[in-house]
């Protein structure tokens, strides 16, 4: 039930919706629409560009380093605790038998990203001063929450409520309630040697990466709310080298990208993992090799946005690996730099980062698809980089939080910020 703050805004955003004779016409909803569905059956000779890490590349024993091959253990295959069906992910237009909801949940989007430009153009206007009062209380602002317990949190998901949370440099990963700010639990990872690498949800399930501080061994969990329980999905062998990676689930296929070894080397490539032939295949490289990178579906697609690039150069570049052959393609890179980026709507936000002039930024701004540009959203109160992002949609109302990362003086912060419209 929406608290009588969220009702009000509701109105505002009711009383500000565009006319009928300005929705999106027939053929701009062709054109939104998705263009391909994705399936998980993919024929092996739509990836035989793919490089099979078959038995003659698993007897090498050297690690990683840079662009080369990775090396598997055919027994840590064996690992592999969840079934087929706890790998299935809630991705819009992964089934080509069901196209009805696909049109559904595209008109749906479209509804709420005129929503998007329309703050967009009042924003726009209010910031040239020619804006009338009406316009300026239609204009959505970032309002404060309770700060979390711990400066840095910076890995975010949001599942029934609550906010999940956790440092890098930490075994524990924190449950907040999402409305109220209030710290719900700390779930410890038994592991003391092991660091969080990342937060990630899929099909309703928690998923958390971690990294063995002294042996450079990745490895993924399933974590239960109810339980208090950590089950182990994935452990990669000991010699390969990788932290600060991201990491997708779609169907049956885990996608593994970037991240940086030992040597702090930042890394370009992608893998994969079947879950269905237990099998590893090295996917084309990323055009960006990069760290700490947002990724998500997007029209397909998995996009890999911001991050940071070698020598700790900070990220605009956003790049997107087809799902059906594995192909990439750029979209124009946002304004500033090693932000947090993510879908929302059928289209990507983008929050923070530092701007060309080494600024910590206050920007907000979202992929407009019909000008081909990023637009700008009203800015966040307070300049933040290398912090979380999470998006929070229920019916009409939809918010943006960020929380953590590095304040404009370079400072560690635990503030929390959140919009709704």
């Not at 380093?65 to 969840?82: A, C, D, F, K």
């Not at 879950?275 to 998995?302: H, K, Q, V």
């Not at 932000?339 to 980062?353: D, E, K, M, S």
């Amino acid at each position: 039930m929406c608290s009588r703050r969220e009702q009000s805004l509701l109105s505002v955003a009711s009383e500000c919706q565009r006319s009928a004779s300005e929705r999106p016409t027939a053929q701009e909803i062709m054109n939104i629409c998705f263009p391909s569905a994705v399936t998980n059956d993919i024929p092996r000779e739509d990836i035989n560009h793919c490089i099979s890490l078959d038995e003659e590349t698993l007897e090498s024993t050297e690690p990683l380093n840079g662009s080369e091959l990775l090396q598997i253990e055919s027994e840590s295959l064996e690992e592999t605790q969840l079934s087929d069906e706890t790998m299935r992910t809630d991705i819009v237009a992964c089934s080509l038998q069901d196209e009805g909801s696909l049109v559904v949940q595209s008109l749906q989007d479209i509804s709420r990203f005129s929503r998007l430009r329309e703050i967009s153009e009042r924003y726009l206007l209010n910031s040239n001063g020619g804006s009338s009062l009406h316009d300026i209380g239609c204009i959505p602002e970032w309002h404060y929450r309770r700060d979390f317990p711990h400066p840095g949190e910076t890995v975010m998901a949001v599942i029934d409520g609550k906010f999940l949370t956790g440092n890098r440099g930490r075994n524990e990963m924190y449950i907040t309630d999402s409305a109220s700010g209030e710290l719900l639990q700390t779930a410890i990872f038994p592991d003391s040697s092991a660091t969080y690498d990342g937060i990630f949800i899929s099909d309703g399930k928690i998923f958390s990466v971690f990294v063995d501080k002294g042996t450079w061994q990745l490895s993924v969990h399933t974590y239960s709310l109810t339980d208090d329980k950590w089950t182990l999905v994935f452990r990669r062998p000991p010699n390969i080298e990788l932290a600060a990676i991201a990491l997708t689930l779609v169907g049956d296929r885990i996608f593994i990208a970037g991240g940086y070894n030992r040597r702090m080397e930042k890394l370009a490539n992608v893998f994969m993992f079947s879950t269905t032939t237990r099998e590893w295949l090295l996917l084309p490289s990323m055009p960006t090799a990069r760290c700490s990178c947002s990724n998500f579906i997007y029209n397909g697609s998995i996009c890999y946005a911001a991050g940071v690039e070698n020598e700790g150069v900070r990220s605009k570049a956003v790049e997107l690996m087809s799902l059906e052959d594995y192909e990439w393609t750029s979209l124009p890179s946002t304004m500033a730099a090693g932000g947090a980026v993510r879908t929302i709507h059928g289209t990507l936000v983008a929050t923070g980062g530092v701007d060309d002039s080494g600024t910590v930024s206050r920007r907000v701004e979202f992929w407009g698809y019909h000008q081909k540009s990023w637009m700008p959203l009203p800015k966040l109160s307070q300049g933040r980089f290398g912090h979380g992002m999470a998006v929070d949609v229920d019916g009409d109302y939809s918010r943006i939080i960020v929380t953590g990362g590095y304040d404009k003086n370079r400072h560690m912060t635990s503030t929390v910020e959140v919009i709704e419209f």
